[in-house]
């Protein structure tokens, strides 16, 4: 093993995974260890890279399959698709998210003691379609 490799269980301690996830991701198709000796997993600076675009990819709420087709995508036209998908999802949900920011903030700055009856409150509430 070169000392630039890794084990299963160090390349999955790194990224605070378990090693069922790297194994998961090997059987879809997203990661191609090398295999040394017994069938061992070993893990170089590309599948650790790689791993750490599945991550990512994940936390931007990619499905294994949508990053699958991102890491295997020939053509541009191809990764682009799914990207600009992702962007107007993740758009969406922060256009969501900040409306309740503003509710939030606006029944913090209320001072009635009845924040429904609060005419500032209500005309947030009323914005978002619900009167």
Known sequence: ???SELTIGAA???FGLATHVLRHWESVGLLTPARVTGSRRRYGEDDL???AVILRAKEAGFSLEDIGALLTAREPGQRTHL???RRAELAARIAEVQASL???ECALGCGHDDLASC???QAVVDSRGSA
């Open 102 to 104: 503003d509710l939030v």
């Open 49 to 51: 890279r790689r791993i």
């Open 119 to 121: 005419p500032h409150f």
């Open 1 to 3: 093993m070169k000392s």
């Open 12 to 14: 999955a301690d790194r």
């Open 83 to 85: 990207l600009r998908r």
